[in-house]
T-cell receptor, first 115, second 111 residues
Framework: EAQVTQNPRYLITVTGKKLTVTCSQNMNHEYMSWYRQDPGLGLRQIYYSMNVEVTDKGDVPEGYKVSRKEKRNFPLILESPSPNQTSLYFC??????????????FGPGTRLTVT | SQQGEEDPQALSIQEGENATMNCSYKTSINNLQWYRQNSGRGLVHLILIRSNEREKHSGRLRVTLDTSKKSSSLLITASRAADTASYFCATDARGNNDMRFGAGTRLTVKP
């Protein structure tokens, strides 16, 4: 079954404690992306990757890191989480379809609370 | 900053009625996509329309794109209670590799 998986689904942590949210896709997609969703703000892109070893900043990259060592995995790293990073996080992937992006497949989301 | 803005922010209709949501964006685009999100869950792709297309259909969905006005609309015909969800438009701008989503329209379909 084609899918994007994220782990963990729920996480409560304390300020400053490094954490990693994993994302994996089984569709051989070139493009992967991380978003955060906050009430009233829709989805905002954090980082994206066009292929292995190619990553770029989205709209709100501050406080986050990513890596793309393998095509299927795109972990999101919070080196020193702060309460303003409390949010719902989504990973997504898609093929690069000629001009522009194709349909994005989204993971189920990770609800992060930083106290 | 957000590229797309949906209008209205919230819409409440009776089952069987049509629902129309609009999306406006700021820059030239390659594609525009519409997604649905049930409360707190991952987004589900509904339809993609390319910048050289004006209208597209998929089942009860009809999407239009007006690049001169930088706007798109999503029409859901004969709505059902199961259509209750938030709907988002997303664009990838020409010359830019990022994806931008609007804040969404919250649709409630009453049985």
């Amino acid at each position: 079954e084609a899918q994007v998986t994220q782990n963990p689904r729920y996480l409560i942590t304390v300020t400053g404690k490094k954490l990693t949210v994993t994302c994996s896709q089984n569709m051989n997609h070139e493009y992967m992306s991380w978003y955060r969703q906050d009430p009233g703000l829709g989805l905002r892109q954090i980082y994206y990757s066009m292929n292995v070893e190619v990553t770029d900043k989205g709209d709100v990259p501050e406080g986050y890191k990513v890596s793309r060592k393998e095509k299927r995995n795109f972990p999101l790293i919070l080196e020193s989480p702060s309460p303003n990073q409390t949010s719902l996080y989504f990973c997504a992937s898609s093929l690069l379809a000629g001009t522009g992006y194709g349909e994005q497949y989204f993971g189920p989301g990770t609800r992060l609370t930083v106290t | 900053s957000q590229q797309g803005e949906e209008d209205p922010q919230a819409l409440s209709i009776q089952e069987g009625e049509n629902a129309t949501m609009n999306c406006s964006y700021k820059t030239s685009i390659n594609n525009l996509q519409w997604y649905r999100q049930n409360s707190g869950r991952g987004l589900v792709h509904l339809i993609l329309i390319r910048s050289n297309e004006r209208e597209k259909h998929s089942g009860r969905l009809r999407v239009t794109l007006d690049t001169s006005k930088k706007s798109s609309s999503l029409l859901i015909t004969a709505s059902r209670a199961a259509d209750t969800a938030s709907y988002f438009c997303a664009t990838d701008a020409r010359g830019n590799n990022d994806m931008r989503f609007g804040a969404g329209t919250r649709l409630t379909v009453k049985p």
